[in-house]
């Protein structure tokens, strides 16, 4: 089925341990999205790309990385896992102004 | 910095009643809103649109936008439990990234 493909769906990591969250779609969508999401606290963007080869901050970037690999992936990297990242992880895309779609989600519990 | 505020809830509504969710927006440049229906332990799912102040209907739902108020309202008529989900508003300054408002968690009671 066309759509986002995230990986992992469920991890757990030791403070201090690095990890990759990877993700692809096939819609062939420029613009493609890393979100985080807490209770209470709605989708806080962390980083995006708004087409190949650009990635840009979001609200809440400190922490992670991205690399666009190409226009399909999209990567987010915790160097140094903490507690405090702890939270479920969307990845999304999008083409110009219509909405987004999102991958199922990765589950990270950060001890 | 661009905010979107959404009652919490939860909103619980008897089955086959009107459920009627809002949402409000601190730019006043906004121009697309969208609702998302989020299932628990499930990511968010686009369900509507809209651009231009008015009504927009699509089945059982019908979004509303006020821009001169800043309001955008999602509501669901005939409402089911299979509704009862987590509904999110997104508004987007032209050009410019989504913002996500913190949701509105809808119960319908059978």
């Known amino acids: 089925n066309a759509g986002v493909t995230q990986t992992p769906k469920f991890q757990v990591l030791k403070t201090g341990q690095s990890m990759t969250l990877q993700c692809a779609q096939d819609m062939n969508h420029n613009s493609m999205y890393w979100y985080r999401q807490d209770p209470g606290m709605g989708l806080r963007l962390i980083y995006y790309?708004?087409?190949?080869?650009?990635?840009d901050k979001g609200e809440v970037p400190n922490g992670y990385n991205v690399s666009r690999l190409n226009k399909r992936e999209f990567s987010l990297r915790l160097e140094s896992a903490a507690p405090s990242q702890t939270s479920v992880y969307f990845c999304?895309?999008?083409?110009?102004?219509?909405?987004?779609?999102f991958g199922s989600g990765t589950r990270l519990t950060v001890v | 910095q661009k905010e979107v505020e959404q009652n919490s809830g939860p909103l619980s509504v008897p089955e086959g009643a009107i459920a009627s969710l809002n949402c409000t927006y601190s730019?006043?440049?906004?121009?697309?809103f969208f609702w998302y229906r989020q299932y628990s332990g499930k990511s968010p799912e686009l369900i509507m649109f809209?651009?231009?102040?008015g009504d927009k209907e699509d089945g059982r739902f019908t979004a509303q936008l006020n821009k001169a108020s800043q309001y955008v309202s999602l509501l669901i008529r005939d409402s089911q439990p299979s509704d009862s989900a987590t509904y999110l508003c997104a508004v987007q300054f032209y050009g410019q990234n989504f913002v996500f408002g913190p949701g509105t968690r809808l119960s319908v009671l059978p």
């Open positions: 809209i651009y231009s102040n």
């Open positions: 999304a895309s999008s083409e110009s102004s219509w909405g987004y779609t």
């Open positions: 790309s708004a087409s190949e080869g650009t990635t």
């Open positions: 730019d006043r440049g906004s121009q697309s």
